[in-house]
C-alpha cells in the first residue's frame, strides 16, 4: 500500500518550488539589463590551439603567431582578413620557437621579440614586412633577455619594458623603426611586474596589472614620451576610486583601442575571468561591458581592426582554445 501524502509536506513543497520559480525568473530578468557590448563568435583561428602567443593589427589585417599548445613552443604565424572572415598562414617566424613575447607594430611593420624557448629567457627581435611576406632579424632588445614583458606603440614608435628575467623589471625602452635604434626611457613610475597589460591612447602610454613577487599590481600608470615621464592614475582599489566602478588588479589580460576608446578583456586574478572593461582615457574612468561570451581565459591575443576588437586563443588551466570572437563596443547585449 501508498503511504498517504502529508497534506502540510505537499504545501511546504509547493510553497518552496513557487519561490524557486520567482527567484529564477527574477534573476533572469536581470540579466537583461543593458549593457553595452555584443560578443560574435566568428572564423576560428587555423593554427592549433595555444597560449602565450603575441599579435598585432597592421592596416585592415591582424597577425598571430608563436605561443605554447601545452607541448612545445611554437613558431607558425597566420594572418587574419575580417573582410573574408579567413585565415592564412604566412611565413614562419625564423628566430626560435616561443611564449609569452611581446609584440607591437609601428611605420606598417610587425615587430615580435623576447621571450621563453622552454629553457632559457629571450631578447632577440624581428620585424615583419606584410607587403613582402618576409622577416628580418633587427637588433637585439638591450635590455635583459626576459619573458611576460610589455609592450606598445606610440607615433609610430615601439615600447618595451617590464617582464621577468629570474627577477622582476621596471625598465621601458623605446624602439625606433626608421633608425632601427633603441633608446632607454625612465623606468615605470610603479611597482615592478610581468604579464601586466599595455595599450596607447592620444598620444600616451598605459600600464597596469601583473605580478610582482606573487602579487597582483593595482597600480595604473600614464607614460608621456615627449616628457618622458609617468604620472601615476587612480590605481584599480577602492580607496582611490571609492564609489567608482573599476576592473580587478590582474596578470595575462588582453587590451586593445576602438575609437579611443581602451578595452580590458578576460586575464587571471587567481580565478579565470571573462570580464571587459572599457576606459576613457578623458576622464580617467572605467565602465563595465558585456562580459566575453567564449570560455573564461588567461594568455590570450587581443587586436583591433576599424571599429571592432578581436579575442582569439588563450587557456583556461590546461585547456587551450583557437576560438575567435569579435567585439562590438556599441551594441548592447540583448
Do not use: H
Not at 611564449?99 to 624581428?126: H, I, M, P, Q, R
Amino acid at each position: 500500500m501508498r503511504k498517504p501524502i502529508n497534506r502540510i509536506s505537499f504545501y511546504v513543497y509547493l510553497f518552496l518550488s513557487t519561490l524557486f520559480l520567482t527567484t529564477a525568473c527574477s534573476s533572469d530578468d536581470s540579466d537583461t539589463d543593458n549593457v553595452m557590448g555584443d560578443w560574435i563568435r566568428q572564423s576560428e583561428f587555423a593554427g592549433v590551439t595555444r597560449s602565450g602567443a603575441v599579435g598585432f593589427a597592421i592596416g585592415d589585417k591582424a597577425y598571430v603567431g608563436t605561443g605554447y599548445d601545452g607541448k612545445n613552443r611554437l613558431k607558425d604565424f597566420w594572418q587574419y582578413d575580417p573582410s573574408k572572415s579567413a585565415w592564412i598562414r604566412i611565413a614562419e617566424f625564423p628566430g626560435v620557437a616561443r611564449s609569452a613575447a611581446v609584440s607591437f607594430s609601428a611605420n606598417g611593420k610587425g615587430y615580435v621579440g623576447t621571450g621563453y624557448n622552454g629553457e632559457t629567457y629571450l631578447k632577440d627581435f624581428w620585424e615583419y614586412d606584410p607587403e613582402a611576406n618576409t622577416w628580418t632579424q633587427i637588433a637585439d632588445f638591450p635590455g635583459s633577455a626576459r619573458y611576460g614583458a610589455l609592450a606598445l606603440s606610440i607615433n609610430e614608435n615601439g615600447y618595451v619594458g617590464a617582464g621577468y628575467d629570474g627577477n622582476y623589471q621596471k625598465d621601458f625602452w623605446q624602439y625606433n623603426p626608421s633608425t632601427g635604434a633603441w633608446t632607454e626611457k625612465v623606468g615605470l613610475g610603479g611597482a615592478k611586474r610581468f604579464n601586466g597589460f599595455a595599450f596607447s591612447l592620444n598620444g600616451k602610454g598605459y600600464i597596469g596589472g601583473g605580478q610582482n613577487n606573487g602579487l597582483y599590481e593595482d597600480d595604473f600608470l600614464e607614460y608621456d614620451p615627449i616628457a618622458d615621464s609617468w604620472t601615476r592614475l587612480k590605481a584599480l582599489n577602492s580607496t582611490d576610486r571609492e564609489d567608482e566602478a573599476y576592473p580587478t588588479p590582474r596578470g595575462s589580460a588582453v587590451p586593445f583601442t576602438i575609437n579611443g576608446k581602451a578595452y580590458l578583456c578576460v586575464g587571471t586574478n587567481g580565478a579565470t575571468l571573462s570580464e571587459v572593461w572599457q576606459y576613457d582615457a578623458s576622464g580617467d574612468s572605467w565602465t563595465a561591458m558585456n562580459a566575453f561570451e567564449g570560455y573564461a581565459r588567461e594568455g590570450a591575443v587581443g587586436f583591433a581592426i576599424g571599429n571592432y576588437g578581436f579575442v582569439t586563443t588563450g587557456a583556461y588551466g590546461s585547456t587551450r582554445f583557437d576560438d575567435l570572437w569579435q567585439f562590438d563596443p556599441t551594441m548592447d547585449n540583448e
